[in-house]
């Protein structure tokens, strides 16, 4: 890795692979980070400690899809993301280990970005974010080549990258590249956090030309208004020709037209940490349609996906035995 030029593992600059996998291969665009998992059972206790089981993980949205993805089916999947020089080889070791060819920017300036995930250790694992994105969210148009999308069939932008200027500005020229080649673009709100400080109708201009949104059931209520999820996957796909609602322990719901199409019964799980949950529901969800799976069909893997999520600490994919 080089500061300010993707790279892939070997030292081939990005561009340089060999043929995609029998699908195409997918392009992931988005955040790596490293997450600091702190759970604890006890009630958080102000001004003095709580007990805890803390470990440090890699992770960022952009990058467990990518990982996910690989694990559920893709034989190509592909990152590009930004780091600091702090941890740069360990997420490209982490991500190539994960079966991801990463292309990572290793940021002169700025350090990689770290999650606090605090999960609460009862019977929901729910966890709250604390975000430094560092470089994260440091992106920018330069980072971006066409040739990232050789043999791509399904580009993905993790939503994060809406939510600063110069990784907007790189979403915006990836979006236009991908549409002038024909490669479907689908986007993951990230974070209804962010969504609600970036704007409503912002938010719906910028995924102008996007094929396919990802939203949690929280962020396509927040963006619509309304309460009822079905409701507002209708709405949304009214803006986005195919609306992917992730409704946790409910499933998923798929909107196209105004219309719900189908709802997906989710898999039961024991949930031990909810972390990359979502995370892995759209990258087994894209690895499916890489593959050609309908989107209902993609929707069941995402589900089954999800539930296998829950059931380990950390954002990505258990280690292989």
Known sequence: MTAGRATAPGGKAAGE???????????????????????????????TDTAAVIRTLPGGAGANVACWAARTGCADVRLLGRVGADAAQWHERELTAAGVRPRLVVDPEAATGTVICLVDNGAGAERTFLTDSGAALRLEPADWSD????GVARLHLSGYLLFSEPSRALAAVAVASARARGVPVSLDPASAGFLAALGVDRFLGLVEGVDVLLPSRDEACL?????????AAAKLSLHVPLVVAKAGADGALIARAGEV???????????????????AFTG??????????????AAARGCRAGARAVEHVGARPPARA
């Open 223 to 231: 963006l619509t208004g309304l309460p009822d999820l079905a409701d």
């Open 261 to 279: 199409l189908a709802r997906i019964p989710a898999v039961p799980a024991t949930p031990r940490d909810t972390t990359g949950a979502g995370d």
């Open 284 to 297: 087994a969800f894209l690895a499916a349609s890489v593959a050609g799976a309908t989107p209902q069909e």
């Open 147 to 150: 040739t990232l999308l050789d």
């Open 17 to 47: 692979e060999g043929a995609p996998g029998p699908g195409g291969a997918l392009l992931v665009v988005g955040d790596v980070v490293t997450d600091v998992v702190a759970r604890h059972r006890e009630p958080l206790a102000a001004g």
